[in-house]
């Protein structure tokens, strides 16, 4: 019996070094409406969505009031980094090699149609490319599973049949809230005991370590 497998990669800090950038874009937005929050802490929630995010640093219990303020604010000045955008070592040789070894290939994003557009432009492997996800498909964003179901979606996948990649401990437990195992790189800044311990299968440097490494990979050979 065929089965449908699915690789399903996120993208942000996993295939574009982009984690920082938004880390810098959240503080400032932050510190325009008088959040003013170290940047390292900014850096550990970056992977969630801005619900999440703003929940995580600021605490529920907040006046909301600001939050579609300081969320558009860092869409504008995260904004001004996309001209700077460029793909983590053996990002886009990841993703042909995948679909070169039967593996349909989904780009798990959270990101507006219009960023997911210079997103792409930047990583330039759209033939390896099987389907995409937007903002426009979750309501919840990570940690929370909804985005590595959509993404499952997309492929017509079944968990048991699909690995997904990541760099924080966010999408490590959002496919694990999917039944998804997750293979983790560290390019996003958590380190290995931290993606392990969120319970990644198996970690790598980034992409190109994962590349080199694909035979004993997860990602080695799609289920048949």
Known sequence: MTTTAAALFDVDGTLLDTTYFHALAWWEALRQ?????????????????????LDHLLGTERDHGDDEGITAAHAALYARFW????????????????????WPVVLASSASERELAVLRRALDADEAITAVTSADDVEATKPAPDLVRAA???????????????????????AGRARVPCVAVESGGFDTRELLG???????????????????????????
């Open 33 to 53: 409406y008088d959040r003013t929050l170290p940047v390292a802490r900014v850096h550990r929630a970056i992977g969630m969505g801005s619900d999440q995010l």
């Open 83 to 102: 001209p700077h955008i460029q793909p983590l070592p053996g990002a886009a040789d990841l993703l042909r090699a995948c679909a070169d070894r039967g």
């Open 152 to 174: 499952l979606d997309r492929a017509g996948a079944e968990p048991e049949h699909a690995v997904f990649i990541g760099d924080t401990v966010w999408d490590v437990i959002a």
């Open 198 to 224: 969120a319970g990644a299968a198996e970690v790598h440097r980034d992409t190109a370590e994962l590349l080199a490494d694909l035979d004993r990979s997860l990602l080695g050979r799609p289920p048949v």
